[in-house]
């Protein structure tokens, strides 16, 4: 637990429990016992040892040569931090996530402390991390550092996503359990997060398919059903052939296929389990607007995904066999009523019974629908509808009577199941209409036009008193006469359907009911939970639960009469554990509740949360539901009257609205693609050994044609074969280089494209960092008082230029890190200041002391480098501190560098050039020159402006000066020649 060990001054819940022999078995083959193990624990005996002085030379400097010197630089840093851990272990107690209390509740050991709560979403344990895993944990990572060196107390936890299909089908493919799957390759990720120097509180690690964790989803769906926000119902559900399972519309994409399998996704009647998140739509969409902090491209999405439309719902009459019927039709544009051609309805419409359709068509009809509901999402981008015969009578124009369609687009749980259609203002519609012969539409001319902006109603005999209003007038008026006539009235809509969250799968949380012949579906009492779920199980085939077949487990007692029940076998959609997941990182230790309602108070929401724009829809829209959900539980919502205790002891309390949304700020990182070679005939994707290089600079050619590939940058895949193995890149490069490169090339918005050029520019960069370092720490001395930077007028143009860039960097970096999170500036920022240093003369002179400035310039490079790079950081920090006897043993124990706004101000003026009194030409220059002649002729002289001016053309000697003249205030030099 480094940071909370080390630091004097900051209590912090940033810990390293890397294993430095996890890491050093990955290299030892190539290391071949270069260092020994006391050059490893003792500092000054490695840099004796082995001082680098290979690194003077940058150019010179083998890859090789350079990747085998940062493995053990990691590897030494990781075993000091562990080393530190072990020996100050009493120190870790100290911390906020108080080990003593490890068997107990945890509690805040001071409310007055700021925490900083950095999650990123946590992974599947697929077995291996990839580069997408290496580019959103350096980020946390990196965010999580720099705001330790703030003074904050930071929370940046770990756990995995464990429950699943993949998992599932994994396990059948191997012929191993689930279980035994999952717990191996969360193993092996876990190393492999260490092994990227990745600093996470494993204190508060979890894992959804620990009966710990999936207890308490299983009693927060117990308190959900308790408030009415859980039910069951017989439904037409998305069902996946390939996985047999049921999917959420959410897991459908748009062309009707899995989101996980690919299938195309059938419609199916299955009873269900739901949860009412369409209760909270408005509030869901009024309070994105409270995500100041959130891409704006993430809240559209769910903006469109809630789909609210405010309208008209319009009662057409339409007469069945029997009898008048009210058909109730939704339209967001009520000024197109008199353009309606047709009514469609959706194929679970109570219409569609042979008791309302007419008797010869009303077989054929029924099978068809039928056909039509079966394969809807087959069919999802064709307008496929049929006639039933049956016809509406307009609102508003008696007379006219409308054909009533079943149509494959309508969905049932969308308002009433029925639309209206106006061919010549809807697109879609225009295209149903045309599918299905329907004409009313064209003009007398022979045109079917499609008009759909809003516009002004022409005036025709049904509506004669609407002729001539703009769409928006006419829309209110009509809205008033159905009043009145009692016709129609003012809805609003919302596309956002309840959340189906039954699966017919064994790998996931148990759904706590049974099934009582006596009581009906019963709650499994909060004392009996978790339900387990059976672990020692053989999977023999994909698809559907074997929970089923497990009558040992399936069969027990009715937890209400005591008699025989059934427990229910279909499991909980992933995305349940999932949404309550951040809440549980904070007190994972409480075995009396999934939360104490008090910490979740004081330290939600997440300050910063990191992942994949993928999730926008499905689990964003899901975690804010669930957090918004718990607020109407009786037992989870937080209680002021316990709060207003707390709150006694805080100088700035939240607020219990700060709750009401997960996530302060989002940021979406963008996925890693790698470079693919296609042949440019048959566009099959090529492997690494069909190619030839003759200069790895340039493009290869393909060994069997001799022709040159396709190139591009796509998403990393296997089929692809542009995938890149962290595990190699860490190998080689070193982690902390890895890390620089993953920021440097790409903001994290962005696509990253991988390329080797770029991680090698950013090995060869650090590199230079230890040769600059390796010629000055010799006479490095520490600023005792930092108070003597203000006292500039002294210094020199050089050395204020120095402390221009530092102060340049700090501003920039702090910009990063709180608000851009444009890494690659910020480091392109350090390579300018470290590039400013190199050429300083006290580093190239080893005879010159180095100035204040160079000094704080050193020392502020390496903290702002070390969130990204920390292993490197602290043996270059460490180097330049050796003979400080005050130093802290870790970079992070000091603080991140303070902003000093006055040293922004560049201290230059345009020197104005005058020959014999005329102006020739102007030059920028620090204007501490216009107090040494000397120096500021030598600038003005040899500047390739006054070559024109002070050079004979003829003779090509330098024109005599006769006298200078300077004149201070005015930043102004004449030559008189």
Known sequence: ?????????????????????????????????????????????????????????????????????????????????????????????????????????????????????????????????????????????????????????????????????????????????????????????????????????????????????????????????????????????????????????????????????????????????????????EELLQDLDK????????????RNWIGKSVGVEFDFSVKTLDKNLTLSVFTSRPDTIFGVSYIAISTEHYLVDKKYLPSDKAESIIDFSKSLSKNSDKNINSKIGIETGLFASHPLDPKKKIPVFIANYVLADYGSGAVMGVPAHDSRDFDFANANGITDFISDSGKSELFCEKGVLKKIPANDIFGGLSSDDAAKRILEICKISGLGRVKTQYKLKDWLVSRQRYWGTPIPFVYCSSCGPTPVA?????????????????????????????????????????????????????????????????????????????????????????????????SRFITKALQTSSTLKYNSSVLNEVKKGLDNPLSIENTVEPFKRLLTQGMVHGITFKDPETERYLKPNELEYTNESEIPWIKSSKKKPLISYEKMSKSKFNGVDPRSVIAEYGADVARLYILFKAPPQDVLEYDTKSIVGMQRWVAKLFRIVSMVEIKFKPIKDYKIL??????????????????????????????????????????????????????????????????????????????????????????????????????????????????????????????????????????????????????????????????????????????TIIVSKRHLINFIV
Request: hydrophobic residues 35%.
């Open 291 to 302: 995500l100041e902090l959130w891409p704006e491209n993430v809240k559209q999405m769910q």
């Open 526 to 622: 909060e004392s009996d939970l978790p339900v387990k779920l059976p672990v020692d199980v053989s999977l023999s085939k994909r698809g559907g639960s074997i929970l089923n077949s497990l009558e040992k487990w399936k069969n027990t007692k009715c937890p209400s009469c005591g008699n025989h029940a059934v427990r229910e076998t279909d499991t909980m959609d992933t995305f349940v554990d999932s949404s309550w997941y951040y809440f549980r990182f904070l007190d994972n230790l409480n075995n009396k509740l999934p939360f104490d309602p008090v910490k979740i108070n004081s330290l939600m929401p997440v300050d910063i949360y990191i992942g994949g724009i993928e999730h926008s829809i499905l689990h964003l829209l899901y």
């Open 1 to 281: 637990m480094l940071f909370s060990l080390l630091t004097h001054k900051k209590v912090n819940a940033l810990s390293i429990d890397l294993s430095a022999r996890a890491i050093s078995n990955l290299f030892t083959q190539k290391q071949n016992n270069f260092y020994s193990k006391a050059s490893i624990k003792n500092p000054s005996y490695y840099i004796k040892s082995r001082p680098l002085t290979s690194l003077a030379d940058q150019n010179s400097l083998s890859s090789t040569a350079q990747a085998f010197c940062f493995k053990d630089i990691e590897a030494k840093w990781v075993e000091r931090w562990n080393y530190s851990s072990r020996k100050n272990a009493n120190a870790i107690l100290s911390t906020h996530h108080n080990i003593q209390k490890k068997n107990s509740e945890r509690s805040l050991d001071s409310t007055k402390n700021t925490f900083f709560y950095v999650l990123s979403m946590f992974p599947y344990p697929s077995g291996d991390l990839h580069m997408g895993h290496v580019r959103v944990y350096t980020i946390s990572d990196s965010i999580a550092r720099y705001h330790h060196l703030t003074g904050k107390n930071v929370i940046h936890p770990m756990g995995w996503d464990a429950f699943g299909l993949p998992a599932e089908n994994a396990a059948i493919d191997n012929d191993v359990s689930p279980n035994e799957w999952t717990k191996k390759n969360i193993q092996t990720m876990k190393s492999q997060l260490k092994t990227m120097l990745v600093d996470v509180d494993w204190e508060r690690e979890i894992s959804t398919c620990d009966p710990e964790f999936y207890k308490w989803t299983q009693y927060i769906f117990l308190q959900l059903w308790k408030s009415g926000l859980i039910y069951q119902k017989n439904a037409s559900v998305n069902w996946d052939p390939v996985d047999m399972t049921v999917l959420a519309n959410e897991q459908v994409d748009k062309n009707g296929n899995s989101w996980r399998s690919g299938a195309k996704v059938e419609k199916k009647k299955l009873k269900q389990w739901f949860l009412k998140i369409s209760d909270f739509s």
């Open 790 to 963: 203000s006292d500039r007028d002294q210094w020199t143009a050089q050395q204020k230029e120095t402390y221009l860039l530092t102060q340049k960097s700090i501003k920039l970096a702090t910009d990063v890190f709180e608000n851009s999170f444009t890494f690659n500036t910020l480091i392109a920022s350090l390579i300018t200041l470290s590039n400013n240093i190199s050429l300083l003369p006290t580093v190239t002179n080893p005879h010159l002391d180095l100035h204040i400035s160079e000094t704080y310039a050193l020392n502020s490079l390496l903290v702002m480098l070390s969130p990204i790079a920390p292993s490197v950081s602290e043996e270059l920090f460490e180097r330049l501190h050796l003979n400080n006897n005050t130093y802290l043993k870790t970079i992070f124990a000091y603080s991140w560098p303070k902003l000093d706004k006055s040293g922004l101000v560049s201290d230059k003026a345009v020197c104005v050039v005058q020959i014999n009194g005329k102006v020739k030409f102007k030059l920028e220059m620090y204007s501490v020159l216009f107090n040494n002649e000397t120096e500021l002729k030598e600038i003005v002289l040899n500047s390739e402006l006054a070559q024109r001016y002070f050079i004979d053309k003829n003779t090509g000697k330098h024109v005599p000066i006769k006298k």
